[in-house]
Structures are given as structure tokens and as C-alpha cells.
């Protein structure tokens, strides 16, 4: 069972920027799509960026394009999500997912369903 564990959340005022590691053990993630998820208070969890298992193919959120990056390090088992120029809406837990069919592409429409297994999540807190 693989496990995820993230980190490198926190508190920044707008406009600064935070990147979030996302690392497997007891599984591998060579083969599977990776995403990150967001959630604040009152809200659905929601689709942030995914990446192939290749990473030849990356989606974004409309609301992260141009801002946020998803790259991976299969040989350290790790996904990474390097966020800039955020926002006070960004602000919420942060979660990354393995997902629950290896060699099978993400389609974000498909919302966190096709995930089957989560980490526990890091907070990032955007000020104004």
C-alpha cells in the first residue's frame, strides 16, 4: 500500500511563492498519473494540476495556468508543485494523489474519483 506524504506548505503573503513535495513510500509512482487536489473550509475538493506518468502530458486548473508547475522525479518517487505569484485564494489544504490505474492518463473532468490513494494533506495560507 502505497503511502504520500506532503510537505513544504505554509504561510505567504500574496504574491510569494511555495513549493510542495509529494513523497511515496511503500509504492512506487514510476507508472501511475499524479495529481495535486486543494480544499478550503465549506468547499469541494478541487482539481489543481496533474501530470502523466511519463510526464510528457500536464493539465492545469484555469485558475493555476501560468502560475503553478507540476513536475515529477520518478527516481526519487516524488511529484512536486512549484506555486508562484499566489493569491489569498489559494489558500487551503493542499493534496496529492497517486492515481488508481497505472498507464492511464488523467482527464480533469473526471474530478478526484479515478484517485486511490491520498496523503494527508498540506496547508498553505496565502495574505493579503
Known amino acids: 500500500q502505497v503511502q504520500l506524504v506532503e510537505s513544504g506548505g505554509g504561510s505567504v503573503q500574496a504574491g510569494g511563492s511555495l513549493r510542495l513535495s509529494c513523497a511515496a513510500s511503500?509504492?512506487?509512482?514510476?507508472?501511475?498519473?499524479m495529481g495535486w487536489f486543494r480544499q478550503s473550509p465549506g468547499k469541494e475538493r478541487e482539481f489543481v494540476a496533474a501530470?502523466?506518468?511519463?510526464?510528457?502530458?500536464?493539465d492545469y486548473a484555469d485558475s493555476v495556468k501560468g502560475r503553478f508547475t507540476i513536475s515529477r522525479d520518478n527516481a526519487k518517487n516524488t511529484v512536486y508543485l512549484q506555486m508562484n505569484s499566489l493569491k489569498p485564494e489559494d489558500t487551503g489544504v493542499y493534496f496529492c494523489?497517486?492515481?488508481?490505474?497505472?498507464?492511464?492518463?488523467?482527464?480533469?473532468?473526471?474530478?478526484?474519483?479515478?484517485?486511490?490513494?491520498w496523503g494527508q494533506g498540506t496547508q498553505v495560507t496565502v495574505s493579503s
Open positions: 494523489a497517486r492515481h488508481r490505474d497505472p498507464f492511464t492518463r488523467y482527464d480533469p473532468v473526471q474530478g478526484p474519483s479515478p484517485f486511490a490513494s
Open positions: 501530470i502523466t506518468f511519463s510526464g510528457s502530458t500536464i
Open positions: 511503500g509504492g512506487i509512482l514510476l507508472r501511475y498519473a
